[in-house]
């Protein structure tokens, strides 16, 4: 069994940067975030394999926001640059516990953090 402890979120102004954290308390396959505007589904943002750190990023987040983590500390982060409203969310960090499915389907994930809250003014 892993938690994941999720850290970060706000509210911040079109354009601005937001970071956020995801401890989790043991290894992982792979991690990711998710995140769900109200009334919508949960789509994926971005994800990381732990074994060579390989990424990938939903098209609308492309180019904005990063994924790096911190082997040590069994952390990982969300950068988010550049921040537009559409990007509004509750976002949620994931982890896999093994390989069982594709980084952007939620059902690829055993784990999940509590959700934060990101709000993008206009």
């Known amino acids: 069994q892993v938690q994941l402890v999720e850290s970060g979120g706000g509210l911040v102004q079109a354009g601005g940067s937001l970071r956020l954290s995801c401890a989790a308390s043991?290894?992982?396959?792979?991690m990711g975030w998710f995140r769900q505007a109200p009334g919508k589904e949960r789509d994926f943002v971005a994800s990381?394999?732990?074994?060579?750190?390989?990424?990938s990023y939903a098209d609308s987040v492309k180019g904005r926001f990063t994924i790096p983590r911190d082997n040590a500390k069994n952390t990982m982060y969300l950068q988010m640059n550049s921040l537009k409203p559409e990007d509004t969310a509750v976002y949620y960090c994931?982890?896999?516990?093994?390989?069982?499915?594709?980084?952007?389907?939620?059902?690829?994930?055993?784990?999940w953090g509590q959700g934060t809250q990101v709000t993008v003014s206009s």
């Open positions: 043991g290894s992982t396959y792979r």
């Open positions: 990381v394999r732990w074994s060579d750190a390989s990424t």
């Open positions: 994931a982890a896999a516990g093994y390989l069982h499915g594709s980084s952007w389907s939620a059902r690829a994930y055993d784990y």
